[in-house]
């Protein structure tokens, strides 16, 4: 069991530890593209989180209604697929509506717990190891730091390094689905902040509980009992000029187009659509 892996590592780790997003760094990287040092905490690594959220009676309520509602989108896409005329009257859209909002308030619920959650001893030892082998990050402390507390590291060669932390899910991005906009991004991170660092891993770890993710699940026959992700780490590029290349036109979904949307900065504005 490995709870991170570098970019730069001759180890060809599967999808289901390192997500899609973690994979295509990782074979890039191999193949010689120029690609920000970085590293992904594995699905492992979050398996005591996710073995604590699923001790919680939030969870056990949140799974009996999300595993309804994802059998549910079955059956609607089933009947579809039979050819069937459904006239959908007033009734179906309330109960619809209703049921989606549930589904929201448990997720809530459920992404609510997740915030008493810290790194354990093996989580930060690993974490403290792969920051200092990919970005020489220090792991001095100051006295008397104990397992929970947030101290900075201190007498750092490398305190100034500033990371991306971003999801990677063995679902996101595979063909057929895209959960682009579902997940947490957080920019800016301070690479040497033990508090900063696990405010912005949590952020994505918590993020596959949100509504959205749990929907789109449900509507793509995935099970919503079944969480699982691992987190990249990523140097932060300064960069004057961000951009996005589209192999197909999103606008049109035209195979024989291609679009590149490009602007200053870090390019969230084009990422997002805006």
Same mark, same amino acid.
């Given at each position: 069991?490995?709870?991170?892996?570098? =970019?730069?590592?001759?180890?060809?780790?599967?999808?289901?530890?390192?997500?899609?997003?973690?994979?295509?760094?990782?074979?890039?990287?191999?193949? #010689?593209?120029?690609?920000?040092?970085?590293?992904?905490?594995?699905?492992? =690594?979050?398996?005591?989180?996710?073995?604590?959220?699923?001790? %919680?009676?939030?969870?056990?309520?949140?799974?009996?209604?999300?595993?309804?509602? +994802?059998?549910?989108?079955?059956?609607?896409?089933?009947?579809?697929?039979? #050819?069937?005329?459904?006239?959908?009257?007033?009734?179906? +859209?309330?109960?619809?509506? +209703?049921?989606?909002?549930?589904?929201?308030?448990?997720?809530d619920a459920v992404k609510e717990r997740c915030s008493e959650l810290e790194f354990?001893? %093996?989580?930060?030892?690993?974490?403290?190891?792969?920051?200092?082998?990919?970005?020489?990050?220090?792991?001095?402390?100051?006295? #008397?730091?104990?397992?929970?507390?947030?101290?900075?590291?201190?007498?750092?060669?490398?305190?100034?390094?500033?990371?991306?932390?971003?999801?990677?899910?063995?679902?996101?991005?595979?063909?057929?689905?895209?959960?682009?906009?579902?997940? +947490?991004?957080?920019?800016?991170?301070?690479?040497?902040?033990?508090?900063?660092?696990?405010?912005?891993?949590?952020?994505? =770890?918590?993020?596959?509980?949100?509504?959205?993710?749990?929907?789109?699940?449900?509507?793509?026959?995935?099970?919503?009992?079944?969480?699982?992700?691992?987190?990249?780490?990523?140097?932060?590029?300064?960069?004057?000029?961000?951009?996005?290349? =589209?192999?197909?036109?999103?606008?049109?979904?035209?195979?024989?187009?291609?679009?590149?949307?490009?602007?200053?900065?870090?390019?969230?504005?084009?990422?997002?659509?805006?």
């Amino acid at each position: 069991m490995k709870y991170y892996y570098p =970019f730069d590592t001759r180890d060809d780790p599967p999808l289901s530890e390192v997500g899609g997003k973690g994979q295509s760094l990782l074979q890039s990287t191999r193949a #010689g593209f120029d690609v920000p040092a970085g590293l992904v905490l594995t699905v492992s =690594f979050f398996e005591p989180w996710l073995v604590h959220v699923q001790s %919680t009676e939030e969870w056990r309520t949140f799974v009996e209604s999300a595993v309804g509602a +994802e059998k549910s989108e079955r059956k609607k896409k089933d009947d579809d697929r039979g #050819g069937e005329d459904h006239v959908r009257d007033d009734g179906q +859209e309330e109960g619809e509506a +209703e049921e989606a909002s549930e589904i929201r308030t448990l997720c809530d619920a459920v992404k609510e717990r997740c915030s008493e959650l810290e790194f354990n001893a %093996t989580q930060r030892q690993e974490l403290d190891g792969a920051l200092r082998s990919c970005f020489g990050v220090g792991e001095e402390r100051g006295e #008397g730091e104990g397992e929970g507390d947030s101290t900075e590291r201190q007498d750092s060669p490398a305190n100034d390094v500033v990371v991306a932390v971003r999801s990677s899910s063995p679902e996101e991005d595979l063909t057929g689905t895209s959960f682009a906009g579902g997940y +947490e991004t957080t920019l800016g991170v301070a690479a040497s902040s033990s508090s900063d660092l696990l405010e912005a891993v949590l952020t994505s =770890f918590t993020s596959m509980f949100d509504h959205r993710v749990v929907t789109y699940k449900a509507r793509n026959g995935m099970a919503p009992d079944d969480p699982r992700i691992a987190v990249v780490v990523q140097r932060q590029v300064a960069s004057e000029v961000s951009g996005v290349a =589209f192999s197909i036109n999103p606008g049109n979904n035209c195979y024989d187009e291609s679009v590149i949307s490009a602007y200053y900065g870090l390019g969230e504005s084009v990422v997002s659509g805006t």
